[in-house]
């Protein structure tokens, strides 16, 4: 009896928070029907067969271009299409600049002296302008593409001892990305190829959980509230291997302080040229192998895989290697001119964007979007997977076609609404010129040197190119293929 009249009190200030809530958050965009406390989230994950990104791509079909869920007592913007993409990042670019920070990555010692989540400030004005002029400037690039080059030999180099074995090929490429960044970072290799344990406590196993579980659902995003007590333990987690990688490139850091170099060759010279201190310096050097390998390495094992789906697009780019290569091994200096490759790569980025949502952008204020008032505070996802596929933007959308890329002048800068896998505005990816230049070339060396069979003799067309959200999107299973040097 008791407990029935305490449910029973209970009504009235349900009602009353119903009411406070619909009077403070008028003229939202539309969205699935929202529960007290636990908002959207039933609908989100009943079917846990289904990745969020395709159903948040199939609810857009019918709550529009501009929807609004609640995950628990958060709001959520999702933009779908060109046109929503456009308002948010171009003319309302200013005020939806903020960064939505996932929980397990709210680290004491990095996110203050953080690139990638901190809000516009003068720091990060700084940190924008250092890697645009600096650290990926045409120049610096120029000068470390040997570098790049020898690395993606070395790759090439290693699967030679594979083949006609089955590997599991991001492994390696994951690898040899790794040893591209820490080439850019601190002129020094951070992978060693090997079937056996060689990076078992290395960066690139401490950088790989730091993702994953970064990408792990934090019941602290519904309900910041519990932050603190960090239930899961992924931030406890997440910090530790922070402290753990630091300690990795702490020797190399301090020895450099002591012996500096007389030209400036990698980022660590120029931070130390500008007086960063050890924080500032950790925080960079993470938040270049954290967002350079993972993005860079999902799109390759996409574009190789839809290449060995699809035999006659890899002929193309066979063909037109032969032409442009010939016998010898690919180089940055050719990559201008292999404009099917560039173009197999978009369609990839176009159908399957490694950050399909971007990276979360923040309302930093409470503004107007396409007619909607959108709370200040409000998480702001822009779904470049559903703009890439959309009909209204692309014909026969869900076609590997690269050729549409020679039909048009839609490139991947960020004036293109319809196709936007670095972002755009103000916040876009700082990395794209050197992933512009990577991916290409590991791809072209790939293609170039060896012919990718399936294992168990699976034909091209039995390939399942099945999508998996975790921090990028990945494809599940990871693509296994075996190398057979090509004659
Ligand atoms: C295929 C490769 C890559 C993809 C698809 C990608 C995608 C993105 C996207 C979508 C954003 C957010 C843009 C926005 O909010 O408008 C971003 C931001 C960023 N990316 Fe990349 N990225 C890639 C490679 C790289 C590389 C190689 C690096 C560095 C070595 C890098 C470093 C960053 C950083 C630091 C930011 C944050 C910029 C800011 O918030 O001001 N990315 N990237």
């Known amino acids: 009896m008791d407990l029935q009249v305490a449910l029973f009190s209970l009504i009235p200030i349900i009602l009353v928070c ?82 939505h920070i996932r929980m397990s990555f709210r680290l004491k010692h990095h996110i203050k002296y953080s690139l990638v989540w901190s809000d516009c400030t003068d720091y990060w004005k700084l940190l924008r302008k250092i890697a645009r002029t600096e650290i990926f400037s045409p120049k610096m690039l120029q000068a470390q593409s040997h570098v790049r080059e020898q690395k993606v030999g070395e790759l090439v180099e290693y699967l030679r001892s594979k083949e006609g074995q089955v590997v599991k090929l991001t492994q390696f490429v994951f690898g040899t990305l790794l040893n591209i960044l820490g080439n850019v970072v601190f002129s020094r290799d951070v992978f060693v190829y090997s079937d056996d344990d060689g990076n078992k406590d290395g960066i690139q196993n401490l950088i790989r959980e730091m993702l994953m579980i970064g990408a792990e659902p934090n019941i602290a995003e519904f309900y910041p509230i519990l932050e603190e007590l960090d239930l899961q333990g992924l931030k406890r987690k997440c910090d530790e291997r922070f402290l753990r990688v630091m300690k990795l490139w702490k020797g190399t850091v301090n020895e450099r302080k002591e012996k500096r170099n007389e030209e400036t060759k990698d980022m660590l010279d120029v931070l130390l040229a500008n007086d960063f201190n050890d924080a500032q310096i950790n925080a960079l050097f993470l938040e270049t192998f954290g967002p350079g390998s993972e993005t860079s390495s999902a799109t390759i094992e996409w574009v190789m895989s839809e290449l060995i789906k ?23 200096s050719h990559l201008p001119q292999l404009p099917y490759l560039q173009a197999c790569i978009k369609e990839t980025m176009r159908l399957h964007p490694a950050a399909p949502f971007l990276l979360p952008r923040r309302a930093i204020e409470a503004c107007e979007l396409m007619g909607y008032t959108i709370p200040k505070d409000c998480q702001i996802l822009v779904n470049a997977y559903a703009i ?80 998996m959200l975790s921090l990028s999107l990945a494809i599940d299973p990871s693509l296994c293929v075996v190398p057979k040097m090509r004659v």
């Open 18 to 99: 119903i009411l406070f809530f619909k009077s403070k958050h008028k003229n939202l965009p539309p969205g699935p029907h929202a529960w007290p406390l636990i908002g959207s989230l039933p609908v989100l994950f009943t079917n846990t067969e289904v990745p969020l990104h395709i159903t948040l791509t199939n609810m857009a079909h019918t709550h529009g271009p501009m929807m609004i869920l609640w995950l628990g007592t958060q709001p959520t913007l999702v933009a779908s299409t060109a046109e929503a993409a456009m308002e948010i990042l171009k003319t309302k670019d200013r005020v939806c600049s903020g960064r």
């Open 310 to 332: 699809n035999p006659k697009e890899m002929a193309k780019v066979r063909k037109e290697l032969d032409e442009v290569v010939g016998t010898s091994t690919v180089k940055e």
């Open 388 to 467: 890439g596929r959309d009909p209204h933007s692309w014909t026969d959308p869900l076609t590997f076609r690269p050729e549409r890329f020679f039909e048009s002048d839609v490139d991947y800068h960020g004036g293109h609404y319809q196709f936007i896998p670095f972002g755009s505005g103000r916040r876009t990816c700082v990395g794209m010129p050197l992933a512009t230049r990577t991916i290409p070339l590991i791809v072209g060396s790939l293609v170039h040197t060896y012919d990718w069979g399936l294992p168990d003799g699976k034909r091209p067309e039995e390939l399942e190119l099945k999508e």
